[in-house]
């Protein structure tokens, strides 16, 4: 069974930075393709960033500079380094992975932070 376990939010000031992890299992990790998204209070979830099984990265244009994806295939881990954190960074953060034609979520890691 697949599952995608998030980890690593918390409550930030502005200007600082986390490490967000996406630990994935039931999957063949090396081949599969998976995203970070947000989703704020009373916003449409919404893409961060993405990372191919090749290592092609991604990023939606208000993350770009400021936000790093990354992988660590024999971890079976995805990471998100999010650093010059903003306000409008709040947000809930989930992983996203698409295997054999079925979409997988992980149950989310909030992000706050502060002015």
């Known amino acids: 069974q697949v599952q995608l376990v998030e980890s690593g939010g918390g409550l930030v000031q502005a200007g600082g930075s986390l490490r967000l992890s996406c630990a994935a299992s039931g999957v063949i990790f090396s081949i599969t393709d998976v995203a970070w998204y947000r989703q704020a209070p009373g916003k449409q979830r919404e893409l961060v960033a993405g990372?191919?099984?090749?290592?092609?990265?991604n990023y939606a244009d208000s993350v770009k500079g400021r936000f790093t994806i990354s992988r660590d295939n024999p971890k079976k881990t995805v990471y998100l380094q999010l650093n010059l954190l903003k306000p409008e960074d709040t947000a809930v953060y989930y992983c996203?992975?698409?295997?054999?034609?079925?979409?997988?979520w992980g149950q989310g890691t909030q992000v706050t932070v502060s002015s």
């Open positions: 990372i191919t099984s090749g290592g092609r990265t």
């Open positions: 996203y992975t698409m295997y054999y034609s079925r979409a997988y």
